[in-house]
């Protein structure tokens, strides 16, 4: 079973509708990481959490550590927003551990 | 520009012939890591640093090689490189907090490697 598992795996939406993706992990971290793949490869960070909730523009992110759980929202999805999104988390202050991420596509 | 470089971007190598993908940051970052990036397996860590003349072992070091002589540069080295290295290598860095844990990371643009 993978430390780090992400679902779905694969995900289509209509412009403007609410996504969520999850994150489960089964070790003791220090902090969890949402990262952004556009199509053309690039990796950006989109959130780093250790706790609660934050929120960028449109993006979401939560955290419960007790459940070992975090998910991802997106609210009123865009075309642009078509990437593939990975959970990471940290072990201690070092490994990065990471899910096999989430492809979303979303249509006009 | 705060950015993470690598190069080259592309390389096509044939088995046993020695390489060294460069990285660098100019943003006085610690830590620095490799990743590796593949169909059904994601990304894994190869190497990383916390700091000058500090490195450790990830998940997938066999076959590589890391150095950190400075803080800005972190090479990735392949001494006989063998086709199930064929991969995407991603660089990245990040910052120390004072709480001694690392903020986000920034990615380098990635490193396509063939290997024949």
């Known amino acids: 079973k993978n430390e780090v598992e992400q679902s779905p795996q694969n995900l289509t939406a209509q412009e403007g509708e609410f996504i969520t993706i999850n994150c489960s992990y089964s070790?003791?971290?220090?902090?969890l990481h949402w990262l952004q793949q556009h199509p053309g490869g690039g990796i950006v960070s989109l959130f780093m959490?250790?706790?609660g909730k934050k929120k960028h523009g449109r993006l979401i992110a939560t955290i419960n550590i007790q459940e070992k759980h975090s998910s991802l929202h997106i609210t009123a999805s865009h075309p642009r927003d078509s990437a593939v999104y990975i959970c990471?988390?940290?072990?201690?202050?070092?490994?990065?551990?990471f899910g096999t991420g989430t492809r979303l596509q979303v249509f006009p | 520009e705060a950015q993470v470089t690598q190069n080259p971007r592309y390389l096509i190598t044939v088995t046993g012939k020695k390489l060294t993908v460069t990285c660098s940051q100019n943003?006085?970052?610690?830590?620095m890591s490799w990743y590796r990036q593949d169909p059904g397996l994601g990304l894994r860590q190869i190497y990383y640093?916390?700091?000058?003349?500090?490195?450790d072992k990830g998940d997938v070091p066999e076959g590589y090689k890391v150095s950190r002589k400075e803080k800005r540069n972190f090479p990735l080295i392949l001494e006989s490189p063998s086709p199930n290295q064929t991969s995407l290598y991603f660089c990245?860095?990040?910052?120390?907090?004072?709480?001694?844990?690392?903020?986000?990371?920034?990615f380098g643009p990635g490193t396509r490697l063939t290997v024949l």
């Open positions: 990245a860095s990040s910052v120390r907090l004072a709480s001694n844990n690392y903020n986000e990371q920034f």
């Open positions: 070790v003791g971290i220090s902090a």
């Open positions: 959490l250790s706790s």
């Open positions: 990471a988390v940290r072990l201690g202050t070092d490994k990065l551990i």
């Open positions: 943003m006085n970052h610690e830590y």
């Open positions: 640093s916390m700091n000058v003349e500090v490195t």
